[in-house]
């Protein structure tokens, strides 16, 4: 026998709404969506706050914007909306260790000593080798679950050539070679 029931329709958007996966499942199936490997930072060389993202992506290149979530649970989303700066520092592969020090409980301080660090034209702490670096302006804020979502119009970008990219699938770091 099939189900009769019409989905609900959320106010406004004329889309029936289905069931919802549960969290398991959806991270599951995002554990197969390949991603770049990012150290997202903001503050100063004195007070630097920063984390380790996947969450990344394009959103326009007029005004050139990028998407960025951070998780509010670890309370350092507040830190970046503060701020009102950010730079996106995508990985290398000689950046894994970094990676891993930057996506857990490391106190700030310890995180930032492993590697070099400069402040970009807004005081905003980047990795100068890093495959390729955004600087940001946080233009808006959104609050979706247990996330903020943070659109960034980009003020700066620098590439460092010939840098293998560090990415993350299947929950693992992989190497992609520069070409």
Same mark, same amino acid.
């Given at each position: 026998?099939? +189900? ?7 106010? *406004? ?5 289905? +069931? ?11 554990? %197969? ?9 903001? *503050? ?35 830190? &970046?909306?503060?701020?009102? %700066? ?42 100068? +080798?890093?495959?390729?670096?955004? %600087? ?14 943070? &659109? ?9 050539? *010939? ?5 993350? &699938?299947?929950?693992? &770091?992989?190497?992609?070679? +520069?070409?």
């Amino acid at each position: 026998m099939s +189900d009769s029931r019409q989905p609900s329709t959320p106010e *406004g958007t004329g889309h029936p709404r289905h +069931d919802l996966v549960s969290a398991t499942e959806f991270r599951d199936g995002m554990a %197969h969506l390949a991603a770049a490997v990012n150290i997202v930072t903001t *503050g100063t060389l004195d007070d630097p706050v920063g984390f380790t993202a996947t969450s990344v992506c394009s959103v326009s290149d007029a005004p050139p914007t990028l998407l960025v979530c951070a998780n509010r649970e670890r309370s350092l989303a507040q830190a &970046f909306l503060d701020n009102g %700066h950010l730079c996106v520092n995508t990985l290398g592969a000689q950046h894994r260790d970094l990676a891993l020090l930057f996506g857990g409980g490391t106190p700030m301080a310890e995180r930032f000593a492993q590697a070099r660090w400069e402040l970009s034209a807004d005081n905003v702490p980047y990795l100068p +080798d890093a495959a390729a670096t955004f %600087h940001c302006r946080i233009s808006q804020s959104q609050i979706i679950g247990t996330h903020a979502v943070l &659109f960034c119009e980009v003020r700066q970008v620098t590439r460092t050539p *010939g840098t293998d990219a560090l990415a993350y &699938f299947r929950r693992a &770091f992989h190497e992609l070679p +520069d070409r």
